[in-house]
């Protein structure tokens, strides 16, 4: 990600930056904020160590999105596939 962020800095450009930032606070708080998404949506659970949940490991093994993998994760238990697939925040 180092490599990425200092060969195209802006892409990564982030709320709050200011021009004299490094690139190492940058890349700290490109990572701060990723790894408290994923707590906030019960992908990781934060101790002394971080570990993935279950559904981590799922979103990780079959390649869902980020976004898709909230939307599956806001449906009811036993969502049938009309509400999948039709549901508010549509998937496909």
């Not at 709320?15 to 408290?36: F, H, K, P, Y």
Request: aromatic share 8%; charged share 25%; hydrophobic share 40%.
């Amino acid at each position: 990600m180092f490599v990425r962020l200092k060969a195209n800095p802006q892409h990564y450009r982030l709320e709050g930056d200011t021009g004299g930032d490094s690139l190492g606070d940058r890349l700290e708080r490109i990572c701060v904020q990723a790894i408290e998404l994923l707590i906030n949506h019960d992908l990781v659970i934060d101790g002394s160590r971080l570990k993935a949940t279950e559904y981590a490991h799922a979103m990780a093994r079959y390649y869902v999105s980020f976004e898709s993998m909230k939307v599956l994760m806001s449906l009811p238990p036993g969502a049938k596939t009309s509400e999948i697939v039709c549901g508010r925040d549509r998937l496909f």
